[in-house]
DNA sequence: GTCTATAGATTGATAGAC
DNA sequence: GTCTATCAATCTATAGAC
């Protein structure tokens, strides 16, 4: 990892580190010695280790961000003008198939991916509330165009299914799709690419389900 | 919480702080302070704080499995004596309604709930093969379920599906039904049963959907 | 079984030379 | 910006008196 500069090494093996260790569960020192940077340098350019986290969340999260928001947006413009409801489907896309590509798009994406996911469940405020806050208006935001495209079902059914999405996605999401047990005994799992599809399948008909 | 004994006032304080603060993120210090007992207790009890985590866990979700697994059964055998496949909204039932009923029968039951679902999304494999190795049959028969029930679907999307559903059931089980964001600009969230009615009719219109 | 005391290791953070 | 060295706090675990 050494072709970059000592921020962005520290900013990579962090990432890698906090997604497959837990957060609490890495120490400084671990990635310092990972990416082969001097402890001391963390503070020098983040100065703690919880700025540190901030930062790893940050870099990337508000691309990916900005980028599902539009395609969001997309949508529900294109719709208006048509004078038609967006569909869900394409609402649903709008929202994962970002994250998808960005998780393909390098080794440290996924990893942070994952560090996402997992961080939806943290029981540590502290530490969940780095994502929800940078999460909150991309949820608004689909929450109402789910409004639009299911004006039959009321706002707070809406509300509770966009969270049992949220669970779902980031559940595959932490998982980063491998398979939960690796036993003989199962069926052997789905490729990448069905699961995904299938991951839309199965949310699309979760969130339009009758009343 | 002074009413038991050493052993189970500090199982107790576990499952509190290892579910609200983070199995890693939690030290033995604050559990034993926070039900008046001696440090040296933990170790004279349990051994290590990994089998205090292992033991936190045992003691809940082996009576909640066995619960679990006969009512799956029940209907599996119910259906073999009708002659007919058994449904996909008996098996979820059967799978999810214990686990609520269980959760609400004491305050330390729903932590436990909360830390089973945080648990899944664990990225220290010592700690998720904690629960992983308990709720394996448990897993493999609702898989067998839905084989029955949904014949025309491949045992591999099946599988994958189940993991879906294992993901919103989790993330449902760990926010312990708690709205995701307390914000006012969002409708106000469902109350407990019909959060649960939704749960049911989500994840049921998930695994049923076409292939 | 419960306690005090402490070992032994690790942690996040910092001071100060270069 | 990068390094060495170290502080002060915290951690799990254990030894040994009672």
Chains 1, 2 share one sequence.
């Not at 994406?109 to 806050?133: H, K, M, Q, Y």
């Not at 932490?174 to 052997?188: K, V």
């Amino acid at each position: 990892m050494p072709p970059s500069d000592t921020k962005t090494r520290i900013l990579d093996g962090a990432e890698r580190l906090f997604a497959r260790e837990g957060f609490h569960n890495t120490s400084l020192r671990a990635i310092t010695s990972l990416v082969g940077a001097n402890l001391a340098s963390v503070n020098y350019h983040f100065g703690s280790k919880d700025a540190l986290l901030q930062a790893v969340i940050e870099r990337r999260l508000l691309p990916l961000n900005q980028i599902r928001e539009a395609k969001i947006k997309e949508v529900l413009t294109r719709a208006r003008e048509d004078n038609t409801p967006p569909t869900v489907e394409a609402l649903l896309r709008a929202f994962i198939e970002p994250t998808l590509e960005f998780s393909d798009s390098s080794p440290g994406a996924r990893d942070f991916i994952s560090l996402v996911g997992r961080s939806l469940s943290e029981p540590d405020e502290t530490v969940r509330n780095c994502f929800l806050v940078l999460i909150f208006p991309l949820f608004q935001l689909l929450l109402k165009g789910l409004c639009e495209a299911l004006p039959h079902l009321p706002q707070n059914i809406l509300l509770a299914r966009l969270q049992f999405l949220m669970g779902t996605v980031s559940y595959v999401m932490c998982t980063g799709g491998r398979s939960f047990f690796s036993n003989t005994e199962l069926p052997s799992p789905l490729d990448q690419k069905t699961q995904i599809q299938q991951l839309l399948k199965y949310a699309l008909a979760g969130l339009e389900a009758a009343e």
